[in-house]
């Protein structure tokens, strides 16, 4: 499709288990944002991919989370040892530059049982 | 970092009546963004505002930026059930660096009465 591509749309997994969460920006689009949506709470920042730049990983809430772009285009989102508070949905948005619009897939909904 | 306060958290309005949202910033605005969001689903764009003084609309949506109080509105005529969700404003906050950060409101969660 056209748009952003997220998945899995939904996850649950037991505490203390990895997971992997992938999105497939936009074709040609060099930004590339993770943002993490708590229940009832607004979008929190996590990590920025702008081509070939290093990743602005400030939003990152600990080491055990990680992310990567291959190739500047398909990224992945790592959580390790997961915990009951990273229960959210985590969405990946892209934009086409520097400035303008982010253009966000579904989301993945992860729950740590 | 800069944050974003938005205003009322929620809100539930009948159907027909007029609404404002209000979205404030605690740094320099150089670029702000209206969303909405259906539960579950991801956020739709609605529009951008870059100057001073700069309104736009979409159908009965209607936006504002006024840079001086760092603020933004966003307003709607006649609402109506399609219009529920929850609208989010985002702001770009360019940092020293080339990293760009863009951060969000928490969200005013909008209720449409029939």
């Known amino acids: 499709g056209a748009g952003v591509s997220q998945s899995p749309s939904n996850k649950v997994t037991e505490k203390g288990k990895d997971v992997e969460l992938r999105c497939d920006p936009i074709?040609?689009?060099?930004?590339l944002y993770w943002y993490r949506q708590s229940l009832g709470q607004g979008l929190e920042f996590l990590i920025y991919f702008q081509g070939n730049s290093a990743p602005d990983k400030s939003g990152l809430p600990s080491d055990r989370f990680s992310a990567e772009r291959t190739g500047g285009s398909v990224s992945t989102l790592t959580i390790q040892r997961t915990q009951q508070e990273d229960s959210a949905v985590y969405l990946c948005?892209?934009?086409?530059?520097?400035?303008?619009?982010?253009?966000f897939g579904e989301g993945s909904r992860l729950t740590v049982l | 970092s800069q944050e974003l306060e938005q205003s009322p958290q929620s809100l539930i309005v009948q159907e027909g009546k007029n609404l404002t949202i209000n979205c404030t910033s605690s740094k320099t605005l150089y670029g702000l963004y209206w969303y909405k969001q259906k539960y579950g689903e991801g956020l739709i764009f609605l529009m951008m505002?870059?100057?001073?003084?700069e309104e736009k609309s979409h159908e009965k949506i209607t936006a504002k930026l006024d840079e001086k109080k760092q603020q933004s509105s966003l307003h709607i005529t006649a609402s109506q059930p399609s219009h529920a969700g929850i609208y989010l404003c985002g702001a770009d906050a360019f940092s020293s660096g080339s990293a760009r950060q863009l951060t969000f409101g928490s969200g005013t969660q909008l209720t449409v009465l029939p």
């Open positions: 948005a892209s934009s086409a530059g520097f400035i303008g619009e982010l253009f």
């Open positions: 505002l870059q100057k001073g003084g």
């Open positions: 074709s040609g689009h060099t930004a």
